[in-house]
């Protein structure tokens, strides 16, 4: 096949990756558990040009920035190494993560690209090497290659991928405070983070233990254990980003106000739990039967949105962009 298509969603972690213990491998220095949602998703279509001197790239219909190229290039060297191809490639992605709405489009977008890229270049990769693949592009890429709950194991590059999990029901409150583009992207926060602050090391163990009650919870159907989880390694990690120097700090006062909702509204009875990214929106979990109340209580603060956990990446049949042939 020289020409794919396919789709992937974004995803929430619950224990977060924060750190690298390599960064051409993008290997993470501790595991993360994740929900892929059912929601925002990202397609792509890769066709092989075998006569173009250069990748390219749209997304959206318009050609992408610099960077952005830049790294798909960079992951098609990868896909091209393991295929043994030269060829260049188009690629024509649509996100449908609105650009405001606070979320990371790299975990779809590489995740989209990772499957929809290794069948146009011929390859045949079982779930976990998919995973191995997209985490190339970005880490948390890794953990959309799997539907709903996913633990996305640390180790060397063999071991590093992602892979389903059973656990309790959940729903996540997007909950969207702040619309302005974050300053330093996770990359380069990452980066600083592991390199200048002085509590690391502490949050690379604490990660891996969090992460083991974390699945202990999941096993055990046990939601109040892992919001509880959640809650403290969010807060953990902010407060780990912030110990960098120069200090990073992604929250915003909104963002306090949402967490301190969140646990009045505990207090009230309503259970619910709240995280965050790199970057000042929160996202809420609640069960099923209190998703709509929970969106409710905090669409005061924000646009409050309900998600469910949604399905893995895979391929479609629906082209993105010119058909072969009518591209010009
Ligand atoms: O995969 P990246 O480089 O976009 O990093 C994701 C980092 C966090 O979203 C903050 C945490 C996580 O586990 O998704």
């Not at 830049?70 to 996100?95: M, N, Y």
């Not at 709405?101 to 290794?118: K, T």
């Not at 995973?131 to 890429?141: E, F, H, I, P, V």
């Not at 603060?301 to 049949?317: D, F, Q």
Request: charged fraction near 20%; aromatic fraction near 6%.
């Amino acid at each position: 096949m020289s020409e794919a298509t396919a789709r992937a969603f974004p995803n929430i972690a619950l224990v977060k990756y924060w750190g690298k213990r390599d960064a051409r491998l993008i290997l993470p220095a501790a595991g993360s558990l994740s929900l892929t949602l059912d929601a925002f998703p990202t397609t792509t279509t890769v066709r092989l040009d075998p006569d173009a001197a250069t990748d390219s790239f749209t997304l959206n219909g318009a050609p992408g920035a610099e960077v952005p190229t830049q790294r798909v290039t960079r992951f098609l060297d990868v896909v091209r190494e393991l295929a043994g191809s030269t060829s260049h490639a188009r690629v024509d992605s649509l996100s449908e993560i609105p650009t405001d709405a606070g979320l990371a489009s790299s975990a779809a977008g590489f995740a989209a690209l990772a499957v929809a890229a290794s069948a146009a270049y011929g390859l045949d990769l079982d779930a976990s090497a998919l995973s191995r693949l997209a985490r190339r592009g970005s880490g948390s890429a890794a953990r959309s290659i799997v539907a709903g709950l996913a633990v996305w194991h640390a180790g060397d590059d063999a071991q590093s991928y992602a892979e389903g999990v059973d656990g309790p029901e959940l729903r996540m409150v997007i909950l969207t405070l702040d619309r302005s583009a974050k300053r330093v992207s996770s990359r380069e926060a990452m980066v600083r983070t592991a390199a200048t602050s002085p509590f690391y090391t502490g949050w690379v163990t604490s990660t891996a233990s969090t992460l083991e009650e974390a699945l202990a919870a999941c096993r055990a159907g046990d939601f109040t254990a892992l919001g509880l989880l959640t809650e403290l390694h969010a807060l953990r990690m902010h407060a780990l980003i912030q110990s960098a120097d120069p200090p990073i700090r992604y929250l915003k006062p909104a963002s306090i106000a949402a967490f301190d909702r969140v646990e009045e509204l505990r207090a009230a009875g309503l259970e619910c739990y709240a995280t965050a990214d790199a970057g000042p929106n929160v996202v809420v979990i609640a069960k099923p039967d209190d998703a709509a109340q929970v969106a409710d209580e905090l669409a005061v603060l924000g646009e409050a949105r309900v998600v469910g956990p949604g399905p893995g990446a895979t391929l479609i049949a629906d082209a993105v962009g010119p058909t072969r042939g009518a591209a010009g």
